[in-house]
């Protein structure tokens, strides 16, 4: 017990102390000293989870309590309690770690890639004059983000919440001099805000309703509510989740999001912090499973999110822009399992996710690095002779996504399908559409990058071996990142589903009675459908030796889709102008008009109130004692005669 | 003696009282009514003496000579506080050439 | 023996008007003297010996001698009587009749004023203040010298004679500086 304490402590409180130290000496520390301190720790944080996650044996708990169980059996999470945090008559809020499967396994995806984007950032951040400030901020979003998946109640996670939040802002504007960064930060700053606004709320309705924020307390407590009340929590934090996983209608951050350096964009904005939304729905699944009308919600808002940002993918020419959207239409593919209440397939894609987003965010920094900052797919090509081990790797992580099997890929992006058909058939197609177009968008992006011939001007190079590396673990991750959760249908017996049971109550619902049959055409259709996509790619985009026409040149509907469905636009129209608008005349009527002579009046009459009561200070001290007499006279007959 | 003794509480204490009273309000009118720093000082010591009048009389009248030393301490308060006002007073007169109070009127802002 | 009292009450009565109505500084103080003699009558009326005692001392032998000599120093008389305007006298007596019936409204009011049931005619005798003065307050009794000490101290610095300080150059010192005083006046806004 003692050494799990310990244990719990460390994970965050490495990199904490790590973002503390680097911040506090980040004038003395020089060249690499500050990206290996902060690396450091990162790792051991990840060996600490490492030693809790085999500590911590909660498998063999489960068998022997018998499998599929209603409910997890007891002994499956463990708290860890730091301190009383806050005691305010009947709220109690301790400062505690919930160590289960579910945190465990969210725990080693960021502390795991953490570690390898940490190794990554030492070569990628080399020449940046604020390395160290870079390594502060990056260990302090992995502290951040360690709080949010560990808290035992809403209230820790929610303070990893709001300090990745934080983190995400800083990293996104850590380039500050360039404006439209600045621009891009607050922009996800305000959007989150947005997001973060329902999850207080519905915080706050738990608490009233419960008396609670402790999840097991919650969810303990959860049966005795009436679906609207659930409704109503769920829908409040799911509108939290949008706004931290980039969904509809708060998608139109993370795109801009890639402003920040490759790292950070492979970290905070495709491998953990855009999957907290996916997290808080797994953590709170109890209730999600309660309230169907939020799970139709989540569901749909994932599909269109999904379907949507995967077409905008197609005509995107950055390289990171590409991947931004892509990201956005595989976290919408997640909502929509957890909309299907298939949250253990939900994890698994954010855990497979991770590893191949991640792989082609880094593979793309690898690029950007050996082009010296060009981030146009028009003006790259014919990288694959150049660039060897980046070529390969992000051809592996290509494929990952484009669910090819066996990779990773496949099998997570099938299990989501095969929910869907489940459901309905046209869902299923709708899924299908989304793993098309991606696998479309992905290997456009392949081919104009590393394949056809070379239309930049910047001498192409290959990247250092601390960036390399991690591609290359990165990429084994995505080949063998299928086994971790292997269908029953090739002979596994989905490990990971097994092992999240014994953390989330609603895992434990999603039994399918699929027949074998059923699956094996589904995947077999998937995959057909998936090369003859590739092969389509592949005549398009590989021979290219042009330039692709701008955006205005399209034909209409396509250019529609290229301006990202004027959503930018949209919201600019419906919100920005009307808010714009009403300070406008709220400042010309109300400030001008009404605040201004308010309190222009005032200091005014309190400067003639000021001349007038001066006169009473004389100077005349007999009139001061005259004064003094006649207070304690009225002071005396209020006090005898007034009580 | 014995007669002096036998004649506490005789008088009723609410004379002392009023008495008291009658002494403080004079002295408090007192320093209003006079311009002469010296007499106002003095109409302090009136008011000094009614409170320690009627403290002597409470603590008579209860017996409990905790007030009796009260009065003991006032007094000390009251000689050193003479002793520093009329020092303040000699200044004054020294230096402005008058005792009256309301030369006294730059204590203002 | 009551009617000593009132004799007495009369005689503090008066004399303290005599206070404050004399125009001359003189009368004053004998008029104020004259007050507190009374007031030690009173106090041996309370058979409070000790407090009669150190009050004619205190009182009338250091505080008013002292109003004396001062008066005596600096020559006032009546024709250096600075005087009030008649307004301000009205003003000043009704705020004391004011006062004075604020007050005993106040006892009609109900504030209960009875004796003690249990009484000792030795409550003022030296016995029982001196057991009650070194023994409860002991502690104030002598932290009222370090007080005396203080407007002892405070009295002379006061009454001294105020001529400008030395000069650093009487004084023995060579400047190094120019002095910083001199300079707040200046800057100094009102």
Same mark, same amino acid.
């Given at each position: 017990?003692? =050494?799990?304490?310990?244990?719990?402590?460390?994970?965050?409180?490495?990199?904490?102390?790590? /973002?503390?130290?680097?911040?506090?000496?980040?004038?003395?520390?020089?060249?690499?000293?500050?990206?290996?301190?902060?690396?450091?720790?990162?790792?051991?944080?990840?060996?600490? @989870?490492?030693?809790?996650?085999?500590?911590?044996?909660?498998?063999?708990?489960?068998?022997?309590?018998?499998?599929?169980?209603?409910?997890?059996?007891?002994?499956?999470?463990?708290?860890?309690?730091?301190?009383?945090?806050?005691?305010?008559?009947?709220?109690?809020?301790?400062?505690?770690?919930?160590?289960?499967?579910?945190?465990? =396994?969210?725990?080693?995806?960021?502390?795991?890639?953490?570690?390898?984007?940490?190794?990554?950032?030492?070569?990628?951040?080399?020449?940046?004059?604020?390395?160290?400030?870079?390594?502060?901020?990056?260990?302090?979003?992995?502290?951040?983000?360690?709080?949010?998946?560990?808290?035992?109640?809403?209230?820790?996670?929610?303070?990893?919440?709001?300090?990745?939040?934080?983190?995400?802002?800083?990293?996104?504007?850590?380039?500050?001099?360039?404006?439209?960064?600045?621009?891009?930060?607050?922009? /996800?700053?305000?959007?989150?805000?947005?997001?973060?606004?329902?999850?207080?709320?519905?915080?706050?309705?738990?608490?009233?309703?419960?008396?609670?924020?402790?999840?097991?307390?919650?969810?303990?407590?959860?049966? *005795?509510?009436?679906?609207?009340?659930?409704?109503?929590?769920?829908?409040?934090?799911?509108?939290?989740?949008?706004?931290?996983?980039?969904?509809?209608?708060?998608?139109?951050?993370?795109?801009?999001?890639?402003?920040?350096?490759?790292?950070?964009?492979?970290?905070? %904005?495709?491998?953990?912090?855009? =999957?907290?939304?996916?997290?808080?729905?797994?953590? *709170?699944?109890?209730?999600? *499973?309660?309230?169907?009308?939020?799970?139709?919600?989540?569901?749909?808002?994932?599909?269109?999110?999904?379907?949507?940002?995967?077409?905008?993918?197609?005509?995107?020419?950055?390289?990171?822009?590409?991947? /931004?959207?892509?990201?956005?239409?595989?976290?919408?593919?997640?909502?929509?399992?957890?909309?299907?209440?298939?949250?253990?397939?939900?994890?698994?894609?954010?855990?497979?996710?991770?590893?191949?987003?991640?792989?082609?965010?880094?593979?793309?920094?690898?690029?950007?690095?050996?082009?010296?900052?060009?981030?146009?797919?028009?003006?790259?090509?014919?990288?694959?002779?150049?660039?060897?081990?980046?070529?390969?790797?992000?051809?592996?992580?290509?494929?990952?996504?484009?669910?090819?099997?066996?990779?990773?890929?496949?099998? @997570?992006?099938?299990?989501?399908?095969?929910?869907?058909?489940?459901? @309905?058939?046209?869902?299923?197609?709708?899924?299908?559409?989304?793993?098309?177009?991606?696998?479309?968008?992905?290997?456009?992006?392949?081919?104009?990058?590393?394949?056809?011939?070379?239309?930049?001007?910047?001498?192409?190079?290959?990247?250092?071996?601390?960036?390399?590396?991690?591609?290359?673990?990165?990429?084994?991750?995505?080949?063998?990142?299928?086994?971790?959760?292997?269908?029953?249908?090739?002979?596994? %017996?989905?490990?990971?589903?097994?092992?999240?049971? =014994?953390?989330?109550?609603?895992?434990? &619902?999603?039994?399918?009675?699929?027949?074998?049959?059923?699956?094996?055409?589904?995947?077999?259709?998937?995959?057909?459908?998936?090369?003859?996509?590739?092969?389509?790619?592949?005549?398009?985009?590989?021979?290219?030796?042009?330039?692709?026409?701008?955006?205005?040149?399209?034909?209409?509907?396509?250019?529609?889709? /290229?301006?990202?469905?004027?959503?930018?636009?949209?919201?600019?129209?419906?919100?920005?102008?009307?808010?714009?608008?009403?300070?406008?005349?709220?400042?010309?009527? &109300?400030?001008?008009?009404?605040?201004?002579?308010?309190?222009?009046?005032?200091?005014?009459?309190?400067?003639?109130?000021?001349?007038?009561?001066?006169?009473?200070?004389?100077?005349?001290?007999?009139?001061?004692?005259?004064?003094?007499?006649?207070?304690?006279?009225?002071?005396?007959?209020?006090?005898?005669?007034? &009580? | 003696?014995?007669?002096?003794?036998?004649?506490?509480?005789?008088?009723?204490?609410?004379?002392?009282? #009023?008495?008291?009273? +009658?002494?403080?309000?004079?002295?408090?009118?007192?320093?209003?009514?006079?311009?002469?720093?010296? +007499?106002?000082?003095?109409?302090?010591?009136?008011?000094?003496?009614? #409170?320690?009048?009627?403290?002597?009389?409470?603590?008579?009248?209860?017996?409990?000579?905790?007030?009796?030393?009260?009065?003991?301490?006032?007094?000390?308060?009251?000689?050193?506080? #003479?002793?520093?006002?009329?020092?303040?007073?000699?200044?004054?007169?020294?230096? #402005?050439?008058?005792?009256?109070?309301?030369?006294?009127?730059?204590?203002?802002? | 023996?009551?009617?000593?009292?009132?004799?007495?009450?009369?005689?503090?009565?008066?004399?303290?008007?005599?206070?404050?109505?004399?125009?001359?500084?003189?009368?004053?103080?004998?008029?104020?003297?004259?007050?507190?003699? $009374?007031?030690?009558?009173?106090?041996?009326?309370?058979?409070?010996?000790?407090?009669?005692?150190?009050?004619?001392?205190?009182?009338?032998?250091?505080?008013?001698?002292?109003?004396?000599?001062?008066?005596?120093?600096?020559?006032?008389?009546?024709?250096?009587?600075?005087?009030?305007?008649?307004?301000?006298?009205?003003?000043?007596?009704?705020?004391?009749?004011?006062?004075?019936?604020?007050?005993?409204?106040?006892?009609?009011?109900?504030?209960?004023?009875?004796?003690?049931?249990?009484?000792?005619?030795?409550?003022?005798?030296?016995?029982?203040?001196?057991? $009650?003065?070194?023994?409860?307050?002991?502690?104030?009794?002598?932290?009222?010298?370090?007080?005396?000490?203080?407007?002892?101290?405070?009295?002379?610095?006061?009454?001294?004679?105020?001529?400008?300080?030395? $000069?650093?150059?009487?004084?023995?010192?060579?400047?190094?500086?120019? $002095?910083?005083?001199?300079?707040?006046?200046?800057?100094?806004?009102?």
């Amino acid at each position: 017990m003692v =050494t799990t304490n310990l244990l719990a402590t460390l994970v965050p409180g490495l990199p904490l102390f790590g /973002a503390v130290v680097i911040a506090a000496m980040r004038r003395q520390l020089k060249g690499n000293a500050a990206g290996m301190l902060g690396t450091t720790m990162v790792v051991a944080s990840f060996v600490c @989870s490492l030693l809790l996650f085999l500590d911590h044996d909660v498998v063999s708990v489960m068998h022997e309590a018998g499998l599929h169980q209603e409910h997890p059996p007891e002994g499956a999470s463990h708290i860890v309690t730091l301190f009383d945090w806050i005691s305010i008559g009947n709220m109690h809020i301790p400062f505690a770690f919930q160590i289960d499967a579910l945190s465990l =396994t969210m725990m080693l995806i960021v502390t795991g890639i953490g570690s390898l984007i940490h190794l990554y950032s030492i070569g990628y951040m080399h020449d940046d004059a604020r390395v160290s400030t870079f390594f502060a901020q990056i260990n302090l979003f992995t502290f951040a983000m360690l709080l949010l998946v560990m808290g035992a109640n809403f209230v820790v996670t929610f303070i990893g919440w709001e300090g990745v939040g934080l983190c995400s802002y800083l990293l996104i504007g850590f380039w500050y001099t360039t404006p439209a960064y600045n621009y891009a930060a607050r922009k /996800a700053f305000v959007m989150n805000r947005i997001g973060d606004v329902g999850f207080v709320l519905g915080l706050a309705m738990i608490f009233h309703l419960t008396g609670t924020l402790t999840y097991t307390e919650v969810f303990e407590k959860a049966g *005795s509510l009436s679906t609207p009340v659930l409704t109503g929590i769920t829908l409040l934090l799911f509108i939290g989740a949008i706004g931290k996983s980039a969904q509809l209608p708060l998608f139109t951050w993370l795109p801009d999001a890639m402003a920040g350096p490759t790292p950070v964009s492979a970290l905070i %904005h495709a491998a953990t912090m855009v =999957t907290a939304g996916i997290f808080l729905i797994v953590r *709170s699944s109890v209730l999600f *499973s309660l309230a169907p009308i939020t799970q139709d919600v989540v569901l749909y808002t994932g599909l269109i999110t999904a379907l949507l940002t995967a077409s905008i993918g197609v005509f995107q020419n950055d390289i990171k822009k590409v991947l /931004a959207y892509s990201t956005v239409s595989q976290l919408g593919l997640m909502f929509v399992a957890l909309g299907l209440g298939a949250y253990s397939s939900a994890m698994f894609h954010v855990t497979t996710h991770a590893f191949f987003k991640a792989l082609l965010f880094l593979g793309a920094g690898s690029v950007i690095h050996a082009l010296g900052g060009e981030q146009d797919i028009r003006k790259m090509g014919g990288l694959k002779g150049v660039t060897k081990i980046t070529y390969v790797t992000f051809l592996i992580g290509t494929l990952a996504i484009a669910g090819i099997p066996p990779l990773s890929g496949f099998f @997570s992006k099938d299990a989501i399908m095969l929910a869907a058909y489940e459901r @309905s058939p046209l869902l299923f197609a709708a899924t299908m559409l989304v793993s098309l177009l991606t696998c479309f968008y992905m290997f456009r992006l392949l081919f104009l990058t590393f394949f056809g011939t070379y239309r930049g001007k910047a001498h192409a190079h290959e990247s250092p071996l601390t960036m390399t590396l991690p591609l290359m673990v990165l990429a084994v991750l995505s080949v063998i990142g299928g086994l971790l959760n292997l269908p029953h249908i090739v002979g596994g %017996h989905e490990p990971m589903k097994e092992y999240l049971a =014994t953390a989330a109550d609603g895992i434990n &619902g999603e039994n399918s009675d699929m027949s074998a049959n059923t699956e094996w055409m589904l995947m077999g259709l998937t995959t057909v459908l998936i090369l003859s996509v590739i092969v389509l790619a592949y005549n398009r985009f590989a021979k290219k030796t042009t330039l692709d026409p701008e955006a205005d040149d399209l034909p209409l509907f396509s250019r529609l889709i /290229a301006r990202k469905w004027m959503l930018d636009e949209l919201y600019s129209a419906l919100i920005e102008k009307p808010y714009g608008w009403f300070s406008n005349t709220f400042f010309s009527v &109300g400030e001008r008009k009404l605040m201004v002579p308010l309190m222009e009046n005032t200091g005014r009459w309190t400067q003639k109130a000021g001349k007038a009561m001066r006169m009473l200070q004389s100077g005349n001290m007999s009139f001061y004692l005259f004064g003094m007499v006649v207070g304690i006279i009225v002071f005396l007959a209020i006090t005898l005669y007034g &009580g | 003696m014995d007669g002096i003794i036998t004649a506490i509480r005789v008088v009723p204490l609410l004379d002392y009282v #009023v008495l008291s009273f +009658i002494l403080f309000s004079i002295g408090m009118a007192g320093v209003m009514f006079r311009r002469n720093t010296i +007499i106002i000082l003095m109409c302090l010591e009136l008011m000094f003496n009614s #409170v320690n009048l009627l403290l002597a009389a409470f603590s008579a009248y209860h017996s409990d000579p905790g007030g009796q030393v009260f009065v003991f301490f006032i007094m000390l308060v009251a000689a050193a506080e #003479v002793t520093v006002g009329l020092a303040i007073l000699v200044m004054m007169k020294r230096n #402005v050439d008058s005792v009256d109070i309301n030369q006294l009127n730059r204590l203002k802002w | 023996m009551q009617y000593l009292f009132y004799f007495f009450a009369a005689v503090s009565i008066i004399s303290a008007l005599f206070v404050v109505a004399s125009k001359n500084p003189i009368n004053s103080v004998i008029a104020l003297i004259v007050c507190f003699l $009374s007031i030690a009558g009173h106090y041996i009326l309370l058979n409070a010996q000790f407090l009669a005692v150190v009050h004619i001392i205190v009182y009338t032998g250091a505080i008013m001698v002292l109003f004396l000599f001062v008066i005596m120093l600096l020559n006032l008389n009546k024709s250096t009587e600075p005087q009030k305007s008649l307004m301000t006298r009205i003003a000043a007596v009704t705020a004391g009749a004011l006062f004075l019936f604020t007050l005993l409204g106040a006892l009609r009011m109900g504030v209960n004023i009875t004796a003690a049931h249990e009484f000792n005619a030795g409550t003022g005798l030296v016995k029982s203040v001196g057991k $009650s003065l070194f023994g409860e307050f002991l502690l104030p009794f002598e932290v009222s010298s370090v007080l005396f000490l203080a407007a002892m101290v405070g009295a002379m610095m006061l009454g001294q004679k105020t001529s400008p300080p030395p $000069s650093p150059e009487e004084r023995g010192f060579t400047p190094s500086r120019p $002095s910083p005083v001199g300079k707040g006046p200046e800057n100094a806004t009102m």
